[in-house]
């Protein structure tokens, strides 16, 4: 379906806005095959930028041809063959850099045009994408990188991330936001994903409905950093599990049309929060959903900004998890293939990226500790 740019007639428009009403990020899809076979040099300079949307960026000095990539991993939470493709990765194409982001995501370095379509082929098998990593769009989903296996989480979080980061890639119908867009759904009550710097949090919380203690969400809008750090505020709102996408739906449809587009440097979401304050955001956001509940009771009790060092038991009987310190979350690929070894020998190959540049080894058996 559609959607109509209602921003387009307005003569201030800055100048990315601009290329943007002409092309959408997405598309650069279309063309890199083109550009790969080519070479560098047919890339014109008016469309570096877009490459973003395919999770690129240009490394300085631009003209040098080398991009990062950047790829997304919701909640951090990796398999034993996406671990593995992404550390061949590192050291087929990237000069054997391996770096996990503060948000659970994987970069790498001194790529060339060239190497692109075989990047995307060997990710695409794994389930793995770059869409969206980069580019005025809906980034990786932060998420609590102990989802199903943490003791201090209300509920299981990961099939609602995975429902949510489904319906926003390569979705045209919200590739071209004012500026990029951050999201974090989580239910660990230390406040794993850093809930206050997102442009979007959904947060534990519980209510008593008909009687019933039920567990959900509170919804925190308007956070971010950069040189105009904003906390993100609470709505008086709570959302059941199975209302999340809508939600998310609802408020980015807010943000994509609502959202400021004039300036750069104050196009992101919490300047809108800011102008409008959360009464009218909530009001505004029921316009699209229907009446929400009122807030119940929070469930986060501290903050410790997902660090999970040493050993801990799960909520399952049995099971551990091990957190390890990754300094800067730079790893090289022969140490992401030594992990790999051993999350498969001694626990169930899976691996965990925390939004602290460092990892996770779950579902350790006690005897293999």
């Not at 008909?210 to 809008?221: A, R």
């Not at 505004?284 to 009122?294: H, I, P, Q």
Request: net charge neutral.
């Amino acid at each position: 379906m559609a959607f109509e740019k209602i921003w387009k007639d307005n003569l201030k428009l800055n100048e990315t806005e601009k290329k943007k009403l002409v092309k959408d990020g997405l598309k650069i899809y279309d063309d890199i095959p083109y550009y790969a076979e080519n070479g560098f040099e047919s890339i014109p300079k008016d469309q570096w930028d877009l490459f973003k949307w395919a999770g690129c960026y240009l490394q300085k000095p631009k003209e040098a041809g080398y991009f990062m990539m950047r790829v997304n991993v919701p909640s951090g939470i990796l398999t034993h063959e996406q671990l593995i493709t992404l550390a061949e990765i590192a050291r087929d194409y990237g000069r054997d850099v391996y770096d996990i982001t503060t948000r659970q995501a994987i970069q790498f370095h001194w790529l060339t045009i060239d190497q692109i379509p075989d990047i995307f082929t060997r990710l695409e098998k794994v389930g793995l994408s770059s869409a969206g990593a980069c580019g005025d769009i809906t980034r990786n989903i932060v998420g609590n990188p102990l989802a199903g296996i943490d003791p201090n989480e209300l509920f299981d979080t990961t099939p609602i991330v995975k429902e949510v980061y489904e319906f926003f890639q390569f979705n045209e119908e919200f590739s071209n936001l004012p500026r990029k867009y951050k999201m974090s759904i989580s239910t660990n009550k230390n406040n794993a994903s850093n809930a206050e710097i997102n442009c979007i949090s959904f947060i534990p919380a519980i209510k008593e409905i008909d009687g019933k203690e039920t567990s959900g969400f509170h919804l925190k809008v308007g956070g971010g950093l950069s040189s105009a750090p904003h906390l993100a505020q609470e709505l008086d709102v709570f959302l059941l599990p199975h209302q999340v996408k809508e939600v998310a739906i609802a408020v980015t449809t807010i943000f994509r049309d609502y959202g400021y587009r004039e300036k750069r440097h104050h196009s992101r979401l919490k300047f809108l929060v800011a102008d409008w304050g959360v009464e009218k955001f909530k009001e505004v956001l029921e316009g699209y959903t229907g009446k929400l509940l009122t807030k119940g009771t929070g469930f986060e009790e501290s903050w410790n900004a997902g660090y999970f060092y040493g050993v801990h038991s799960q909520k399952q009987e049995g099971l551990n998890y091990v957190g390890l310190s990754i300094p800067v979350g730079r790893l090289h690929s022969k140490e992401v293939f030594e992990l790999a070894r051993i999350v498969k020998k001694y626990g169930n190959g899976e691996i965990r990226n925390c939004n602290s540049q460092n990892l996770i080894l779950p579902n350790i058996p006690t005897e293999n500790i």
